[in-house]
């Protein structure tokens, strides 16, 4: 069993910056993948960023492309989100994900991720 925990959330203006962490309670499997979801009130979850641990690669939401950057400190089992130029629209719960070990490449899918975090709130205002 792994557990995850968000933190990082708040209340920000739009343009402004967050960057939410996830920390994951194992440190023992190799290969997997971390993401980010996300889901506003009355809309379904919605995949926003994830990260290959062994090669580093990367694949984002086309909403947040360009704004937000997933990175992870393998060493600390952190996977961060840094989300810049916030917009009202990026208001929701944010959920840190693993999918362990990997399906496949990219994993857009809340159903191709086994473990999940109890969220974070943003709130951006403007």
């Known amino acids: 069993q792994v557990e995850l925990v968000e933190s990082g959330g708040g209340l920000v203006q739009a343009g402004g910056s967050l960057r939410l962490s996830c920390v994951a309670s194992?440190?023992?499997?190799?290969?997997?993948?971390m993401g980010w979801f996300r889901q506003a009130p009355g809309k379904e979850r919605e995949f926003v960023a994830s990260?290959?641990?062994?090669?580093?690669?990367?694949d984002y939401a086309d909403s947040v492309k360009g704004r937000f950057t997933i990175s992870r400190e393998r060493a600390e089992n952190m996977v961060y989100l840094q989300m810049d130029n916030l917009k009202p629209e990026d208001t929701a719960v944010y959920y840190c994900?693993?999918?362990?070990?990997?399906?496949?490449?990219?994993?857009?899918?809340?159903?191709?991720?086994?473990?999940w975090g109890q969220g974070t709130q943003v709130t951006v205002s403007s």
């Open positions: 994900a693993a999918d362990i070990p990997p399906r496949t490449w990219p994993n857009t899918q809340s159903r191709g991720y086994d473990y």
């Open positions: 194992r440190r023992t499997f190799v290969v997997y993948i």
């Open positions: 990260i290959h641990n062994t090669n580093r690669s990367t």
